[in-house]
């Protein structure tokens, strides 16, 4: 089991950053990968960002140059840096980690931050 705690969501203008926080506690030692998706109303949800164990990175086209992941593993931590913010960024940003217990394949997700940006 491993839970997921997100903080650093809020109100931000357009052409301004936010700095997105997940905490990561209990059987943190099956996690693979960690990431940071986002959902808007009436939208899929999608993939935003993520690093793998071996510190592999991935982004969406649409965050490529202006967000960054990045982790610090003595506080089982993962921050998501997102700077030159536009209307298009507004979403619920969620935390996900991939896990590997007994072979098998699992996931956890945090709770979700409002990201909510304004012109």
């Known amino acids: 089991q491993v839970q997921l705690v997100e903080s650093g969501g809020g109100l931000v203008q357009a052409g301004g950053s936010l700095r997105l926080s997940c905490a990561a506690s209990?059987?943190?030692?099956?996690?693979?990968?960690m990431g940071w998706y986002r959902q808007a109303p009436g939208k899929q949800r999608e993939l935003v960002a993520g690093?793998?164990?071996?510190?592999?990175?991935n982004y969406a086209d649409s965050v490529k140059g202006r967000f960054t992941i990045s982790r610090d593993n003595a506080k089982n931590t993962v921050y998501l840096q997102m700077s030159s913010l536009k209307l298009e960024d507004t979403a619920v940003y969620y935390c996900?980690?991939?896990?590997?217990?007994?072979?098998?394949?699992?996931?956890?997700w945090g709770q979700g931050t409002q990201v909510f940006v304004s012109s």
């Open positions: 996900n980690c991939k896990v590997i217990v007994a072979g098998k394949l699992g996931e956890s």
């Open positions: 209990g059987s943190i030692f099956s996690i693979t990968s």
């Open positions: 690093i793998n164990s071996g510190g592999s990175l």
